[in-house]
């Protein structure tokens, strides 16, 4: 008869696919249950990363050790192994996995993604400019361009430089403090992007792991509208990605926008809140405002992924300066930058609690 200490027994051998320690030493093991009329046994794992094929070879040890051991069915569910765990191992890491950066399981980046359920809503408006003000706030970030079919974070930021090669590595454009990397620095004369899903994911793991990015607090991703590829990859390559919804006041939006936020709960990304955007028009000469995209959709959406609004963004230019071009940046001082800054320091509290 199937126990937990028997479970135990069979799983302590099974080893961690990057610490190359049993998962007993690792503390690994986190839950055992049994149904024992259906002889069903599931378990919860920890490793020191996850949404890898290694997690998946592991995966197939462990079902096949526990149907041997007895087990009619095996669930499995994943999780990270914390900080204070991945210490106590690191020097058992080999190398290639010390050198993975910012995917390395003892990585300190937090990574952020900026999604939307669909094109219009200012996504990588609000990318830019989360990226800026987290820098403004003494913050080490990077801003990667994963829209790949769509990239418009270099005209945005006003960059017209490209990146350089030093060895192996790409180094990145730093711009107004923010480290960026986008598809539009690969392509000529803003060529169509006509790759299939494959390459694209190729692609994406180049931005990570071929890109010297040096030690960054964040690294936001600006991620392409809707639930296709390249954002399932960026869920699968990044399982504990914190991820902020995008969306205009109008209901459509928001319940367009829902399904974003369901894909990054469903595998497992954290949800840290909903920013509206052009939420509403002010005139300089009244003071009046008008509701030109309607109300409530950003509560609506937030209360439906049980998370909070972060802020609500009006429609309004930025200050062009054609010495220092950046045409969708808002300085500092300027109105909006002033609510992205309040977002960032929101952002930075609710990661840190």
Known sequence: MLTEDSIVDILKDLNDPFLHKSLIETNGILEVKIKPEK???????????????????????????????GASSVGIRFSELPEEEL?????????EQADLGLLSPTSKTTFIAIASGKGGVGKSTVSVN??????????????????IYGFSVPDMMGISKRPVVRG???????????????MGFFVEDNAPVIWRGPVLGKMLNSFFNEVEWG??????????????????????????CKEI???????TAAFVAARAGAMAIKTEHEVIGVIENMAFFESKVTGEKEYVF???????????????????????????????????????????????TEIANKIIHTIAN
């Open 168 to 182: 192996e590595k790409i180094i990145p454009v730093e711009r107004f403090g923010v480290k960026v990397i986008s």
């Open 215 to 240: 030690e960054l607090d964040y690294l936001l991703l600006d991620l392409p509208p809707g639930t296709g590829d390249v954002a399932l990859d960026v869920h699968t390559m990044l399982p504990s």
């Open 87 to 95: 210490v106590k191992h690191r020097d058992s890491m080999p190398q």
């Open 294 to 340: 309607g109300k409530g959709g950003g509560d609506k959406l937030a209360e439906e992924l049980r998370t909070e609004v972060l802020g609500r963004l009006p429609l309004q230019q930025p200050d062009w300066n054609e010495e220092d071009f950046a045409p969708s940046v808002y300085a500092a001082e300027h109105r909006l930058g002033k609510i992205y």
């Open 39 to 69: 002889s069903h046994v599931s378990v919860k794992i920890a490793i020191a990363k996850t949404g890898t094929a290694e997690q998946l070879q592991l995966q197939t040890q462990i079902v096949d050790a526990l149907k041997s051991g």
């Open 245 to 251: 919804i995008v969306t205009t006041p109008h209901p």
């Open 130 to 147: 989360m990226a800026t003000a987290l820098a403004r706030l003494g913050k080490k970030v990077g801003l990667v361009d994963a829209d």
